[in-house]
């Protein structure tokens, strides 16, 4: 069946830093491919989406490209900010329930 | 306009009580979920109605009961309340007609469940 791994957390940056928080992913046929982030105390918000090899989801600074070579989903962004502070989950959705990874914890510091 | 709303945000009961959770959403999709959040963040899919029809029942006490009055709601009914039953319970909801996860879901805020 479809799985995806994710890096374990928690992971702690300093304002500015560049991250990264690797996600690679196992699937049967064409699977679109998610980033959603959990804010302290909300509900799971989608970040970004890609739905096709090569595509790259972003939105607010992140980026992730669907690499079908390598079966990954990488998040990054250049400049992380305090309010990036959260829990991460990558997640991916095929012909079967949407499948998500075990979250990665970000605190980011000033 | 809010697009999956839950009710009640927090809900604190003893152990062997009842409860209910609502969910709705404004969105016109046809499939709502359930999720359950535990303390380590891991997210685990309960329930899932497609139009009122269910469709995913993972394996989950029977205490746990979900109702589908029509597809903007999805309701979750807890019987005999137990301490490990404490968690955050997420409502979620996507368009298709089938289980598919190829279009993303949405998410409510979330109810924290404290049993005491």
């Known amino acids: 069946g479809n799985s995806v791994t994710q890096m374990e957390g928690p992971v702690t940056l300093s304002e500015e830093a560049f991250l990264t928080i690797n996600c690679t992913y196992t699937?049967?046929?064409?699977?679109?491919l998610f980033w959603y982030v959990q804010y302290p105390g909300e509900g799971l918000q989608l970040l970004l989406k890609a739905t096709k090899a090569d595509d790259k989801g972003s939105n607010k600074g992140f980026e992730a490209t669907y690499r079908k070579e390598t079966t990954s989903f990488h998040l990054e962004k250049g400049s992380v900010q305090v309010s990036d502070s959260a829990v991460y989950f990558c997640?991916?959705?095929?012909?079967?329930?949407?499948?998500f990874g075990k979250g990665t914890k970000l605190t980011v510091n000033p | 306009d809010t697009a999956v709303s839950q009710t009640p945000k927090y809900l604190v009961t003893q152990m062997g009580n009842d409860k209910s959770i609502k969910c709705e959403q404004n969105l016109g999709h046809d499939t709502m979920y359930w999720y359950k959040q535990d303390s380590k963040k891991f997210l685990k899919i309960m329930f899932s109605?497609?139009?009122?029809?269910?469709?995913i029942n993972e394996t989950v006490p029977n205490r746990f009961s979900p109702k589908s009055p029509d597809k903007a709601h999805l309701n979750l009914h807890i019987n005999s309340l137990e301490l490990g039953d404490s968690a955050v319970y997420f409502c979620?909801?996507?368009?298709?007609?089938?289980?598919?996860?190829?279009?993303?879901?949405?998410f409510g805020s979330g109810t924290r469940l404290t049993v005491v």
């Open positions: 109605y497609n139009n009122k029809e269910l469709i």
């Open positions: 699937a049967t046929g064409y699977p679109s």
């Open positions: 979620a909801s996507s368009e298709g007609s089938d289980r598919g996860g190829y279009y993303g879901y949405t």
């Open positions: 997640a991916l959705g095929g012909s079967e329930k949407l499948v």
